[in-house]
């Protein structure tokens, strides 16, 4: 489907040609029309599928009619009045999302958007509140802080969208949502956007919507099989370090992103990689948000070509010339791994997953096969075999019964002995001689 179906206007259907963009992904085709038409969504769709544009898209047509040229008459410190909040886990996606509304044409529609961000400096993010924004893209943390301090009112919104709901939920902000939900008026429209909308998430979205219009794209398995998935074994750190670099002097790289667990190796693993002469630099939560950027800015650049990231960093990174990922350490959750391998295979092309595992993570393997519904190939590199074999997968013992609980029935019972079983069947054998 086009976009020129979708109901938008001249102006944005201008801003999506000159960009590139003609053909809608399924979550736009299906988003779009009926974002526009109101009421509120609930929309399930993996990462890379264009959720960003389809919500912002129908947000922009919605709010252009009403451009506000009031922003100058306003007192001087009256708090800032958004129409529409876009909220988001990470502050690379809520970047992400700004860089989108700006690519769409937001100033060309007359509209203000800005984004309040944690690690941005307190003095700038007044004066970008200053400006009475329209659109206001915002962290769940620091929003928070400004509404405390009376800076922001949600008097006005009329939009609230959630942008991967699902790992904001993870990140602990569910206080922290249902308390900018509860600021904000009743007749709001809400777009909630996640990976999945069960559980937990399933529960906030019923309790923060109302009558909400069910969307469930199709799982991003087609997305995946443009992605060829491998695995290393490998014995130890050491083992693991030689042939992370031994990979990363594939000539076929464009640009290769890195997953570490925690914060410390991804700065180690950057450090010995730029020793090795690799163009490499690390991302995670602790580094300044300025450090961040410009990190970011290399990347997209071209003039970074190894990026050593951590799960929470590296949300939100879209740039289609990463053609390889390399899980150094394997992610707690199968979700987190379909995360990570969809960081490449972007924009029609092809990509290759790595996962550097350790013999005893066969069941963390195991479990992200059964979630993805694809085997992972192992691989062996001639002269970087794993000299240990792997651990076995053990059944998880049973649980021994609490002290003083019967055991003869339920989940304690103890199996009948076999001479008992069997004791009816050979008296009867006996008997019969």
């Known amino acids: 489907m086009t976009f020129n179906e979708l109901g938008l206007g001249p102006s944005l259907l201008k801003n999506l040609s000159d960009a590139g963009y003609t053909a809608a992904t399924p979550v736009q085709a299906q988003t779009i029309a009926a974002a526009l038409a109101g009421?509120?969504?609930?929309?399930?769709?993996?990462?890379?599928?264009?959720k960003t544009a389809a919500f912002l898209l129908p947000l922009l047509q919605k709010l252009t009619p009403n451009a506000?040229?009031?922003?100058?008459?306003?007192?001087?410190?009256?708090?800032?009045?958004?129409?529409?909040?876009?909220?988001?886990?990470?502050?690379?996606?809520?970047?992400?999302?700004?860089?989108?509304?700006?690519?769409?044409?937001?100033?060309?529609?007359?509209?203000?958007?800005?984004?309040?961000l944690g690690g941005m400096p307190y003095p700038k993010q007044m004066q970008l509140l200053a400006q009475n924004p329209e659109i206001l893209v915002a962290t769940p943390g620091r929003l928070i802080d400004h509404m405390?301090?009376?800076?922001?009112?949600?008097?006005?919104?009329?939009?609230?969208?959630?942008?991967?709901?699902?790992?904001?939920?993870?990140?602990?902000?569910?206080?922290?949502?249902?308390?900018?939900?509860?600021a904000t008026p009743a007749t709001r429209q809400t777009l909630l956007f996640s990976a999945t909308l069960d559980g937990l998430v399933g529960k906030v979205a019923q309790r923060i919507t109302r009558e909400a219009r069910v969307i469930r794209v199709a799982s991003s398995a087609a997305a995946r099989a443009k992605i060829e998935q491998r695995l290393h074994r490998v014995d130890d750190s050491q083992h693991k370090g030689r042939l992370l670099d031994y990979l990363l002097r594939d000539a076929a790289i464009d640009?290769?992103?890195?997953?570490?667990?925690?914060?410390?190796?991804?700065?180690?693993?950057?450090?010995?990689?730029?020793?090795?002469?690799?163009?490499?630099?690390?991302?995670?939560?602790?580094?300044?948000?300025?450090v961040r950027n410009r990190t970011l800015d290399a990347l997209r650049s071209g003039r970074l070509r190894v990026l050593v990231a951590t799960d929470v960093a590296a949300r939100g990174i879209d740039v289609p010339t990463i053609s390889h990922v390399i899980n150094y350490d394997l992610p707690h959750s199968p979700e987190d791994y379909v995360h990570r391998i969809g960081r490449t295979g972007r924009a029609g092309r092809a990509?290759?997953?790595?996962?550097?595992?350790?013999?005893?993570e066969g069941i963390t393997v195991r479990n992200i096969e059964r979630f993805t519904r694809q085997p992972i190939a192992v691989d062996v590199v001639a002269g970087y075999e794993a000299k240990k074999s792997a651990v076995p997968v053990r059944a998880k013992p049973r649980r021994a019964p609490p002290r003083g609980a019967p055991r003869s029935e339920g989940r304690y019972a103890k199996p009948a002995p076999k001479a008992a079983a069997n004791s009816g069947a050979k008296r009867e054998r006996y008997a019969g001689r």
């Open 68 to 116: 506000s040229v009031a922003r100058k008459s306003r007192a001087r410190f009256a708090p800032a009045e958004p129409k529409a909040l876009v909220l988001a886990p990470t502050r690379e996606l809520a970047l992400q999302v700004m860089a989108a509304a700006e690519k769409y044409g937001v100033r060309g529609q007359g509209l203000k958007a800005v984004a309040i």
């Open 255 to 290: 640009q290769a992103l890195v997953f570490t667990a925690t914060k410390r190796d991804a700065d180690r693993v950057a450090g010995e990689l730029s020793v090795a002469g690799f163009a490499a630099a690390a991302l995670h939560g602790d580094m300044h948000q300025s």
């Open 39 to 50: 009421g509120d969504l609930l929309v399930s769709s993996q990462t890379g599928s264009g």
């Open 351 to 360: 990509g290759l997953a790595v996962s550097l595992v350790g013999h005893a």
């Open 148 to 182: 405390a301090s009376g800076k922001i009112s949600f008097a006005q919104l009329e939009v609230l969208i959630l942008d991967e709901a699902d790992r904001m939920l993870d990140m602990g902000f569910i206080e922290d949502i249902e308390k900018i939900v509860a």
